[in-house]
């Protein structure tokens, strides 16, 4: 079942556009990547201290696609995009939604995944169907100063909105009562539910919320503002990992649940 449903969010992050022209690679001899080293599963260091992650593999099969050389190393997520702005690097690979505030300081290539977010309730919670109504006069987490904070300040106004300085924070009223439901990003959410610190308390409740004027239009690698020539060629790398099945393959590999 864990499969099947990995394998229904492959799809749902799937470009189906028609194939796309091969881009002029003319002087492209290599990509200067940077990226962040804590964030599992995308960006991270392994028990060996090497740098992996599906962001990092997504990297080497779009390069090893291009026939280009890439390198790749990690700088803080503050210095994520001054070090593309600086020239300290060419493409910024590290889950960056691309959102109208994140467009006025890059460019982006085409989205490769979403993030949406998602309720949790405790296992035992009769409330089964997700809406304002719902859940109006429930209590519920979130982080502090986030959009998922904005969205239910917005839509769900009947709910008694809760707000938290950190998840690990937010996690532990749910469980310990203290509120009903927890709204937040379903990657992270996936992995504690799957997880063994979660110890089987919890799941997802509703659907998928994917708005983008609050959630963006996706992930994408992030480029210094008109740098059409790496876009493109990134974006057919993109692509030939996604029609050769390379894509599908990594997203199988790092996400055992779907978080859609």
């Known amino acids: 079942m864990a499969q099947e449903q ?48 599906f962001n990092v593999d997504l990297m080497r099969a779009i390069c090893d696609e291009l026939s280009v050389e890439c390198s790749i190393r990690t700088v803080s997520w503050s210095r994520l995009l001054p070090s593309l702005k600086e020239g300290e690097a060419d493409a910024v690979i590290a889950s960056i939604r691309i959102s ?32 304002p109504e719902t859940l109006s006069g429930k209590k519920i987490g979130v982080i502090d100063g986030t959009a998922h904070e ?3 300040g917005d839509f769900f106004t009947q709910s008694a909105v ?20 927890l709204f937040g990003d379903g990657v992270s959410l996936m992995f504690w ?38 876009r493109d060629a990134l974006n057919y790398g993109l692509h030939l990992a996604r029609s050769e099945g390379r894509f599908e393959e990594l997203y199988l590999r790092y996400f055992p649940l779907s978080f859609f």
């Open 193 to 230: 539910l799957n997880g063994t610190l979660s110890e089987s308390c919890c799941e997802f409740r509703g659907g998928p919320f994917t708005e983008s004027r609050y959630f963006g239009e996706g992930i994408g690698i992030a480029l210094t503002k008109g740098n059409r020539k790496l």
């Open 162 to 181: 809760v707000s938290f300085g950190s998840m690990d924070e937010a996690k532990s009223a749910l469980r310990g009562g203290k509120v009903d439901f």
């Open 150 to 152: 904005v969205y239910l």
């Open 6 to 53: 990995a394998a229904e969010g492959a799809s749902e992050l799937q470009d189906n556009a028609l194939r796309i022209p091969k881009p002029d690679l003319f002087d492209l001899e290599q990509i200067r990547f940077v990226t962040d080293n804590d964030y599992p599963p995308f960006n991270y260091l392994d028990e060996e201290g090497d740098l992996t992650g």
């Open 100 to 131: 109208e505030q994140t467009l006025k300081e890059v460019d982006f290539t085409d989205s490769y995944y979403h993030t949406p977010a998602r309720f949790v309730a405790l296992k035992s919670n009769p409330v089964k169907a997700i809406t």
